[in-house]
């Protein structure tokens, strides 16, 4: 007599991993990528998505067709500091240093747009990559920013930012590097001004 061939029962706990896995790579690609104390991105790949988009920007300058001249990419950068952080550390201890850090974080988070990429730069510095975002639009931007954190924080602790934008238009920028040098030489600006303020790229001139 045959005996019928039937598939042998998948064991559950192969089913359970199977289910988990897509999530815990998801969550292995987050430690990669994103800072665990602030949610925002890291500096490694703040600085891809920078080069990318800058990439992105620039050819359309070089493809000179009328689609080109209709969609002008702009790509404005922020480059935020918070003011005399150091101090705030100091005085009311790292946890509480941390725990600002978070709630900032957290801000520039849920009021930046989707396309937007906000990045942990350094202990204390906040980028923000706004593609198809012009100079004035950016600089609002950056004035909303640091009203949200001021009032986040009730004035505990502030930011200040300096803005660039590379347009195709405009031959000026010719690199990511140099529009992020320029933020924040813009920043430094607006800590030299008085701090917990924004500056531009033209207000250095």
Do not use: C, W
Request: aromatic share 8%; net charge neutral; proline share 3%.
């Amino acid at each position: 007599m045959q005996i019928p061939y039937t598939q042998p029962r998948e064991p559950r706990i192969l089913k359970l991993l199977k289910f988990l896995l897509p999530g815990v790579r998801s969550y292995v690609e987050d430690l990669k990528t994103v800072d665990e104390l602030t949610g925002l991105y890291k500096l490694r790949y703040f600085n891809e998505q920078l080069a990318v988009r800058f990439a992105e920007a620039s050819s359309y300058r070089a493809n000179n067709h009328r689609r080109a001249r209709i969609l002008v990419p702009d790509l404005s950068l922020l480059f935020g500091d918070l003011d005399r952080f150091h101090d705030f550390n100091r005085n009311n201890g790292q946890q509480a240093g941390h725990e600002a850090l978070s709630r900032i974080g957290y801000v520039i988070r849920r009021n930046k747009r989707v396309n937007d990429v906000a990045g942990r730069l350094g202990g204390e510095e906040i980028g923000v990559l706004l593609p198809y975002t012009e100079y004035d639009e950016a600089m609002v931007a950056a004035k909303r920013f640091r009203q949200l954190v001021e009032e986040e924080m009730q004035g505990n602790v502030t930011i200040s930012f300096g803005v660039a934008t590379y347009s195709p238009q405009d031959t000026g920028i010719v690199s990511a590097l140099e529009l992020h040098d320029l933020a924040e030489k813009a920043m430094i600006s607006a800590k030299d001004s008085g701090r917990n303020s924004v500056r531009g790229m033209y207000d250095m001139a």
